[in-house]
């Protein structure tokens, strides 16, 4: 193959902004030949604003029939994720979704199944595993320098949005149309990283969300999380949509220090003795061990969707290994579950969440729902300096 | 008066320091008369350590009625606190004790009756309150500045204690010798200001401790707390001696804008307009209000015990108010208390807690342990530098 024919279902906020990077000829080896939407709109839009020759489908079918595409990138609402990925790997298309997986692991997990019996190159659109700071806080947990983990907090605010946000679409913040608020969309990117950078994965989980706190919707714009870890250690995850300006300030403790991630830098406060060390040995009450700072250099470029992009055609091209393999995809969703699930049930759940049974609470929430949307203005927006 | 006569009862380690500060002038308007011990060597410690004219009393019965002290500074262990202060108060003396305030708000609820009873000045040494980082916060907060609190989150684990710590006096550390460890002893300081700074009490605590984690001891070195305010704003409140180096940072979320304290810094990011009215304006789907980032420099002379003691006096001598009125100590006691219960039972409790429930849950714990400290080696350990 020499050059990817590459497929964009859904023009919405992300895909239009796909559509405009592989147009402009941003990702090497690959080339925009196809859309799929049922929008007017947007099938207009992408007309007016591309300049290669982009074959328009309304209809899934055809699209992935007849498109004639090696490679799709689904960027549809949350829900559709899995079916149509399922779809375009029965058809051999390599998959690149936009996160979330999907909105519960049921099916997430069949959508798992089939890329592995396809053999095709699945991909997730988990652009912050390219951001080098959480790439140098991975490798430095994953070396054995800050030793073994103790805590980790992280405090994810500064992803405000405004009411208008939410009115921008209909599906957008309801249980049916999204199945989530902030926990499965704004801050997905951070439980995934929460989870690559540190290599743990919560046991267990105790949540409070607040539903349509600062937001006039039914899904939740605020929550603290609680986990604790297999190894015992403990962690928190705060965020919210309802903060200007926000946090976002990553700790992570272990036995031989403290790293910090905030304001784009990296700081390492690492002991010249282990804690436990220190603990058993020193013998004069108020002492603690000693400790240097140290700030971390790390390339300040911004992570964007367009490193995913290239290392997953990179990846189809030569075989080369993904950044952000679409199979990963699920533990994030996990661990959002396991908030939704605890918040709703106001007690701590444990982790994995039984995927039936998530989804009949989901389908409860949607069934009993009563919420209606009082202003949809039907916006696309601009996604550039989003995750 | 012209100088108050100055009692202290109990000469560990605050109690030892405080010796200090007065016995070598460092209060202005008092002079340390007598002190109270029933340790040999404490006693001898301080005839070695004093150049006034210190009577010495073995027995808390005789240094009460015959001492002629004034005020009395009680720095006895904890449990001990309220009855001492009654005692005092019946003899008209006037009091300070050493934080916490008691162990169960069911005797310390009754020795705020007793010292209102009395007329007598009665503190309490909450010497953070004293701290000018602190005093500016609870300024910017209490005049509006801020907005309506949203958020409150404060993670404290630069209180670092080893083992020797612990091991310095066979009470230290158990439930029937000191009833509590982290959230009872270092970190209470904190809860203090937690309340006191944003002028919240939480309604509600949800909380996980972790008992000898870190520690060979029996009481709690690791806590995690989350709380809803009436106003429904939240907080999180985490704390462990078991980290090194420490956190100290306290962040407060309020509609215009958010304050930070860390490293002896308090940052203000304020809002040129109200976040709630941003959002009900705005149109335009990713916006966030603009912002200022405004350092405010605070006089970073460290708040200690001194500050605290000359308050007291000046407040016997004049009638001038106390930065920490003694009655206001069950505050922190309050929350303390309700993140024990939380724990113990594993579920959300509500503010206040039952004094008399929260005193047999005590009980129990007392009554069914079965923990013996190893090695105690009954350390008298310096406390300068730390709360």
Redesign the interface.
């Known amino acids: 193959m020499s050059i990817v024919k590459v497929g964009i279902i859904g023009i919405g906020n992300m895909g239009s902004s796909h559509v405009q990077l592989l147009d402009r000829g941003q990702i090497e080896g690959a080339k925009l030949t196809a859309i799929c939407s049922r929008n007017e709109g947007r099938i207009q839009w992408v007309k007016n604003n591309t300049q290669g020759d982009v074959q328009v489908y309304q209809d899934k079918e055809t699209f992935f029939n007849e498109s004639g595409i090696d490679a799709v990138i689904i960027a549809t609402p949350h829900y559709s994720h899995p079916e149509l990925a399922k779809e375009a790997f029965r058809k051999g298309i390599h998959v690149l979704i936009e996160k979330p997986a999907g909105v519960y692991t049921k099916n997430v997990l069949e959508m798992n199944d089939a890329a592995q019996a396809s053999g095709r190159v699945f991909g997730i659109m988990y652009n912050q595993r390219a951001n080098p700071l959480y790439q140098k806080l991975r490798d430095l947990i994953h070396s054995g320098e800050l030793g073994e983990l103790?805590?980790t907090?992280w405090?994810v605010?500064d992803i405000?949005?405004?009411?208008?946000?939410y009115d921008?679409s209909k599906w957008r913040a309801t249980w049916k149309g999204e199945g989530g608020g902030v926990i499965l969309n704004q801050a997905l990117h951070h439980l995934d990283i929460w989870q690559w950078a540190t290599g743990l994965m919560p046991k267990r989980v105790?949540a409070?969300s607040?539903f349509g706190?600062?937001?006039d919707i039914e899904v939740e714009d605020?929550v603290?999380a609680?986990v604790?870890y297999e190894n015992?250690a403990?962690g928190?995850f705060?965020t919210?949509t309802?903060?200007?300006?926000g946090?976002n300030?990553f700790?992570v403790?272990g036995d031989l220090?403290?790293i910090?991630v905030e304001n784009e830098e990296l700081t390492f406060?690492r002991?010249k003795q282990s804690?436990r060390e220190?603990?058993?040995l020193?013998?004069?009450?108020?002492?603690?061990?000693e400790?240097q700072k140290i700030d971390i250099p790390v390339k300040s470029e911004n992570a964007n969707h367009a490193n995913i992009i290239q290392n997953w055609i990179d990846s189809i091209m030569t075989g080369s290994p993904l950044l952000a393999p679409g199979g990963e995809g699920v533990k994030a969703l996990e661990i959002s579950n396991a908030i939704y699930l605890s918040s709703w049930l106001?007690q701590?759940v444990e982790l994995p969440v039984d995927p039936d049974y998530y989804y009949e609470k989901l389908q409860e929430k949607i069934s009993t729902s009563t919420f209606e949307k009082k202003h949809v203005t039907n916006?696309t927006?601009?996604?550039k300096?989003?995750h």
């Open positions: 103790k805590r907090n405090i605010t405000y949005r405004s009411q208008s946000y921008s105790n409070v607040s706190k600062y937001h605020e603290t609680y604790e015992k403990t928190v705060i919210s309802g903060e200007a300006p946090t300030r700790e403790v220090g403290k910090v406060y002991l804690e220190f603990n058993r020193y013998k004069d009450g108020f002492g603690k061990p400790y106001n701590t916006n927006l601009d996604v300096g989003t």
